[in-house]
């Protein structure tokens, strides 16, 4: 089965369509104000109107109120949430829409825990763990802290660029990938180029 590719931190329709035209399955909306990525929601309506069909739009929150989810459902049409800070299962489930948790993971991270919590997330997404960042460091972690089988699908996050995602790839064996600064020229803006080399990566990669 070949790996999926989700390009987060879309703030264009042209990168959108960028994203896209190289192949990508989804593309990643911050709504969270502290990220520079963040988009603002007529923005990212715009987007998602943009796609054609059988590309996911997901939208990414860290710790917000159903009142902050509920402005961006009202006018956004998302396929799958991504909940990026310390959001129960009950919270994660209460908007009503298919989502994945995100875990920042050390060496004392459990795993097999969370997968247990979150058990009807559609996937664990993994990424670094910094300090006081709740995501998009552009930092890799060790993925051999990842157990060999993990009874919930992996998105694999964290510091991947077209250099090592084959790599990882190869390594992990993820449901999915997840790439926002390995992507850019900028923080929030993607390049045409980089996106065809990490797609080109992602392909080559041994399975």
């Not at 699908?153 to 999915?176: D, F, K, M």
Request: glycine share 8%; proline share 4%; hydrophobic share 45%.
């Amino acid at each position: 089965m070949r790996t999926r590719v989700k390009i987060c931190g879309i703030t264009r329709v042209s990168d959108a369509l960028a994203a896209v035209q190289h192949g990508c399955d989804a593309i990643g909306l911050v709504f969270y104000a502290r990220s520079p990525r963040h988009i603002e929601i007529a923005a990212a309506a715009e987007i998602v109107q943009s796609l054609p069909p059988f590309v996911s739009a997901v939208g990414l929150f860290v710790n917000a109120s159903q009142a902050e989810l509920d402005a961006v459902l009202s006018q956004v049409r998302l396929d799958l949430l991504q909940f990026h800070g310390d959001e129960s299962p009950e919270q994660c489930r209460q908007a009503g829409l298919p989502y994945m948790k995100a875990i920042r993971v050390r060496r004392e991270t459990n795993l097999l825990q969370y997968a247990t919590q979150y058990h009807d997330a559609r996937a664990l997404l993994l990424d670094a763990y910094q300090e006081g960042v709740q995501g998009g460091t552009g930092q890799v972690f060790d993925w051999g802290l990842i157990p060999a089988a993990l009874p919930v699908p992996i998105v694999l996050a964290g510091g991947l660029t077209s250099l090592n995602v084959s790599a990882a790839i190869e390594q992990v064996r993820p449901y999915a990938v997840d790439v926002s600064g390995g992507v850019e020229q900028s923080k929030g803006i993607k390049d045409a180029g980089k996106i065809a080399a990490f797609m080109q990566g992602v392909n080559d990669a041994a399975l």
